[in-house]
């Protein structure tokens, strides 16, 4: 089956430092892809969605200079948290959509900001 | 605007009985899809099932039955002969057909606990 590799499965960082995350599909070209975010023990809230060559949308309440997410080909996405501050602390999950609208999940990273 | 409720924030089971966890939603779009994930403590998301909503017959995929009655607009998972890997968080979710790229939304979910 399809495959999203998501790198680095796990990040600690200080605080004001800037991390990237990237989401790459392996066998596919995913035309969507979608950036969530989990706190422990709560549902995945859908951050931005990206598509190839465009900007990303933002959901409402998602600071778009705070979480840069840039989609330069059809097979990678990056997420990149700018200064990042301890109420960063999250699970971070990417997930891609193929040409046919099936949609595959990454393993996750999940950041530390001490 | 779409929404997805779970309204049993923790569930527990015997092992090798069935359960049923609750999922309903809300959409203004005719033409969507549900699903269902399991997510261990690792946080990987694992596909279980999916039911478009034009499907007549409810989805099955193994132990996974999804119990889709469209005009109560409820879509439960059961979950037959349960057993102790069972134990996760597992998410509703559901998406738009209408719209090429629809984003998925998920519901809050359910922690299920299978008892030995």
């Known amino acids: 089956g399809a495959v999203v590799s998501q790198h680095p499965s796990r990040v600690i960082c200080k605080s004001g430092t800037s991390v990237k995350i990237e989401c790459r599909s392996l066998d596919f070209q995913a035309t969507t892809m979608f950036w969530y975010r989990q706190f422990p023990k709560q549902s995945l809230m859908l951050m931005a969605t990206?598509?190839?060559?465009?900007?990303?949308?933002?959901e409402q309440g998602v600071e778009k200079d705070k979480f840069l997410i840039n989609h330069a080909s059809l097979t990678l996405s990056t997420l990149t948290v700018t200064s990042a501050h301890p109420e960063d602390s999250s699970f971070y999950i990417c997930s891609a959509s193929d040409l046919r609208e099936k949609l595959f999940f990454g393993s996750g990273t999940q950041l530390s900001v001490l | 605007a779409q929404k997805i409720t779970q309204t049993q924030p923790g569930m527990f089971v015997q092992e090798k009985e069935a359960v049923t966890l609750d999922c309903t939603y809300d959409?203004?779009?005719?033409?969507?899809?549900l699903f269902w994930y399991k997510q261990p403590s690792s946080g990987e998301m694992i596909f279980l099932i999916y039911?478009?909503?034009?499907?007549?017959q409810n989805a099955t995929e193994g132990r996974y039955s999804l119990n889709f009655q469209k005009a109560r607009k409820s879509a439960n998972l059961v979950i037959s002969a349960s057993q102790l890997g069972d134990s996760a968080m597992y998410f509703c979710?559901?998406?738009?057909?209408?719209?090429?790229?629809?984003?998925?939304?998920f519901g809050q979910g359910t922690e299920l606990s299978v008892k030995p």
């Open positions: 039911q478009g909503s034009y499907d007549e």
């Open positions: 979710a559901m998406r738009s057909l209408y719209n090429q790229g629809g984003k998925l939304i």
């Open positions: 990206s598509n190839e060559g465009s900007k990303a949308t933002y």
């Open positions: 959409t203004s779009d005719q033409s969507y899809g």
